[in-house]
């Protein structure tokens, strides 16, 4: 894994976009996996930016995000599908038919988990991950267990990522929805390149654990340490506790 330690995390997600654009002047086609969350919003304002000044272009890219809140339509405005067309779809080339979500309103889980994990293979896979980091070290939603699932599946949300939600359901933990539809860690792991990006003191000791060297499934994340190709994006106060040698970590 290798890390990259910015000042800011303006500069952090600037670095992020930067990894994004560059996967899509290599290969204009390519299967981007994307995340929601507070940290990348700034990472979505910079690829709109390029965007606007012709120096990145979406539309032969196809995009898959990482989760959705089950029992949320799409055109909810709480959902993760409305945060990215807010922050990123409505103000890109990206066309609408190569956008895929999983529908966190279906009545039927895990034959939209199937439907999802077919139609992302049947795209060649994914070439570039953007992902956050939760608090507790959960990627997409794949939260602390005493195991974890491979493949898109139906969860149980931790009470503390519903808390860290709560603002897109009008500030109250108690009605933001206890399931979600995530990705596996194995359709995590199948990208051919992870950028992570994680700012804030409040990230500190979840990064920790993905340099730790152990893999532990209370903290989802330590399993990036199995791939060979992450990058991992911080601002100063979320690698304060990484060990200096951590910096070319190895892991
Ligand atoms: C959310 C999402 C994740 C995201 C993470 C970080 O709950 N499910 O995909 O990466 O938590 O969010 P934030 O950037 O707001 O801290």
Redesign the pocket.
Known sequence: MRVRVFHTAQEAARAAAGAVADQLATKPESVLGL??????VEVYAELTRLYAIGEVDFARAHTFN??EFVGVHSEDARSYCAFMQQHLFSQTNLPKNHVHFLDGATADHELECGRFERELASTGGLDLLL????NNA?V??NEPARSLRPRTHRTRLAAD?RR??ASRFGGNREDVPREALTMGIGTLLGARAICLIATGASKARAVAAMFSGRLSTYQPASFLQLHENVEVMLDLAAAEKLPESGFDAQP
């Not at 995340?35 to 990348?40: A, H, L």
């Not at 992902?131 to 939760?134: N, R, T």
């Open positions: 995340p929601t969350g507070r940290t990348v990482v989760d992902l956050g980091l939760g959960h997409g939603f990522t860290a939600n």
